[in-house]
């Protein structure tokens, strides 16, 4: 297994995007889009709030394109907040708020309000369907009007299961290739963390918060545009989707 210098943030953060990469080869494509329509609705120089931001993959592309843009990245994950906190302290651009995205009371954590844009990516579909909602209806009250939601997930269709069956088959052997090549899975990701002297101890403090993976739901993509339109969202729709995923639009 591969090992990472503590001192070197930048490569933490390679590492973490290509083991994101091995699960979702398409990453970078959701994130070009997602910031297309950030563009599209905000300029230039939105304020976004990145929703459980992890290590701030979504922060760092968005500042790549947009050097007047500024963030408020949130999440719980110790370890990951670790990497975001070695990656972007000293950019004041950039502020990471640790919070837990259940407990009703985390929005009055932020330092503002008033959000041009919330991005997330792979991060909701830890949470289950009730949580969801009341996360929605959250959001709505923290995006200005005209603002946008964006969430690239994982939603699945149970309407269509030969589809869904054929799809994770060919997942699943490109996978198994990737693997054969030398990329790391989850799991092997985090005993790499939990091995590196700085980041053992949030690391584990991490596993104690959720365990080995967090049990949510993955609902279709209309269950999500009927809840975001319920929570106050007035139109809801993909901008972009793959054979598994969705990038899902919500407009304030």
Not at 77 to 87: R, V
Not at 143 to 170: C, K, Q, W, Y
Not at 171 to 192: S, T, V, Y
Not at 211 to 226: I, L
Request: glycine letters at 8%.
């Amino acid at each position: 297994m591969s090992t990472v210098d503590i001192t070197d943030w930048a490569g933490w953060q390679q590492s973490w995007d290509r083991q994101q990469e091995w699960y979702m080869p398409d990453r970078e494509e959701r994130f070009r889009v997602m910031l297309d329509m950030v563009e599209a609705f905000a300029g230039t120089a939105p304020r976004v709030l990145d929703l459980a931001c992890g290590t701030g993959s979504i922060t760092a592309r968005l500042l790549d394109r947009f050097p007047d843009a500024v963030s408020t990245g949130v999440d719980l994950d110790p370890a990951l907040l670790a990497i975001a906190h070695g990656t972007f302290d000293g950019d004041d651009r950039v502020t990471l708020v640790e919070a837990d995205l259940t407990d009703p009371a985390w929005p009055a954590l932020l330092p503002h309000g008033g959000y041009d844009a919330v991005l997330t990516a792979t991060a909701l579909h830890w949470l289950r369907k009730g949580p969801l909602e009341t996360l929605y209806g959250q959001l709505a009250g923290l995006v200005r009007d005209g603002g946008v939601f964006l969430n690239a997930d994982h939603m699945i269709d149970e309407s269509t299961p030969r589809i869904n069956a054929a799809e994770r088959v060919r997942r699943h052997a490109r996978q198994e290739a990737g693997k054969a090549a030398g990329a790391l899975d989850w799991a092997e990701w985090w005993q790499l963390a939990a091995a590196d002297p700085v980041l053992a101890g949030p690391t584990a403090r991490r596993f104690e918060i959720y365990g080995e993976h967090a049990e949510g739901d993955t609902p279709s993509v209309r269950w999500h545009a009927d809840a975001l339109r319920a929570g106050g969202f007035e139109e809801v729709r993909p901008v972009w989707c793959s054979p598994a995923d969705t990038l899902l639009l919500a407009l304030k």
